[in-house]
Structure formats: C-alpha cells, structure tokens
Nanobody, 124 residues
Framework: QVQLVESGGGLVQAGGSLRLSCAVSGRTFSSYAVGWFRQAPGKEREFVGAISGSGGRTYCVDSVKGRSTISRDNAKNTVYLQMTRQKPEDTAVYSC?????????????????WGQGSQVTVSS
C-alpha cells in the first residue's frame, strides 16, 4: 500500500515563497512518478506538474512555470514543490499523487495514490 503525506502548506503573502513536501511510503519509490495537483474553491482539480521516478524529468504547467520547481530526494522518499513569487490565484488545496510507473503523466486518472491535500493561501 502506497501512502502519501503532504506538508508545508499555509498562508503566504503575494510575492512570497512556499515549499510543499510529499512523503511517500513504499520500498520502490524511485519507480514512481509523482504529480502535483491543486483545487481552488469552486473549481475543478488541475494538474500543476510532475517529476519522473529518477527525477531526471520534470514538467510544470504554464501558469506556474518559471515560478515553481519540482524535485525529489529518493533517499528520503520525498518529493518537493517549491513555489516562488506566489499570486493570490495560486490559492488552492495542493495534493501530491503517485503512479507505479516512472514516467510522467499529465492526467489525473493516471495517479491511483493520493495524499490528503495541503491548503495554500496567498494573501494580496
């Protein structure tokens, strides 16, 4: 059973930075690609970015590209989402998700394992 636990959410002022962590249980962590998703109030959950199992490939959507970095430490079974120059429209519940394939997917339905989510609020 794969379990994911996010941490690091909270309140940040516009222009500030925040780092989310996603701790993943499991003995074959490097074989799992991990994605980040977010859901703002009244909106559907959307894909933010992902990282391959080895960490050799990352992808972020245009709305956060240049402001966000995804990385992973396979020795610690943890993936990170570093967000800078935060905007009020980045306010959402952020969730990490894993799939038992090392390659990235942009599709929500390709990720069977999910964390509980972490609230990020950006004040103007």
């Amino acid at each position: 059973q794969v379990q994911l636990v996010e941490s690091g959410g909270g309140l940040v002022q516009a222009g500030g930075s925040l780092r989310l962590s996603c701790a993943v249980s499991g003995r074959t962590f490097s074989s799992y690609a991990v994605g980040w998703f977010r859901q703002a109030p009244g909106k559907e959950r959307e894909f933010v970015g992902a990282i391959s199992g080895s960490g050799g490939r990352t992808y972020c959507v245009d709305s956060v590209k240049g402001r966000s970095t995804i990385s992973r430490d396979n020795a610690k079974n943890t993936v990170y989402l570093q967000m800078t120059r935060q905007k009020p429209e980045d306010t959402a519940v952020y969730s990490c998700a894993a799939r038992s394939v090392a390659t990235i997917s942009y599709q929500l339905y390709d990720y069977p394992y999910w964390g509980q989510g972490s609230q990020v609020t950006v004040s103007s």
